[in-house]
């Protein structure tokens, strides 16, 4: 499964911004979709994740109340909504698609596959 990452772009701190996570060839329904980000200078580390069938997403304390994830069945793809943006989060973004135990969702290494990044700079 290849998965494309798009949506990135500058914005100011206060601005939304909406990335999107779409696969080649297949449905994203059988995987859970998990958002990872990295910093400059830092490891990567877990946004959130939507589930594939049951109960809903879950996100990293950071982006609680600020950040969304859904999924858009007619289109195939999974979205991060990011609102109330702040320098922190800038970052590379990243999507991934597997299927590990929901309670495990957070470790990007149960995840097989990933998309190869969007870039989000938020400016103060």
């Known amino acids: 499964v290849q998965l494309q990452a798009s949506g990135g772009g500058l914005v100011q701190t206060g601005d939304s911004l909406r990335l999107s996570c779409a696969p080649s060839g297949v449905t994203l329904r059988p995987y859970h979709v998990g958002w990872f980000r990295q910093a400059p200078g830092k490891e990567r580390e877990f946004v959130g994740v939507i589930s594939r069938s049951f109960g809903g997403p879950y996100y990293a304390d950071a982006v609680k109340g600020r950040f969304t994830i859904s999924r858009d069945n007619a289109k195939n793809t999974v979205n991060l909504q990011m609102n109330s943006l702040k320098a922190e989060d800038t970052a590379v973004y990243y999507c991934?698609?597997?299927?590990?135990?929901?309670?495990?969702?957070?470790?990007?290494?149960?995840?097989?596959?990933w998309g190869q990044g969007t870039l989000v700079t938020v400016s103060s």
């Open positions: 991934a698609a597997g299927t590990p135990a929901w309670g495990s969702a957070k470790l990007e290494r149960l995840y097989a596959h």
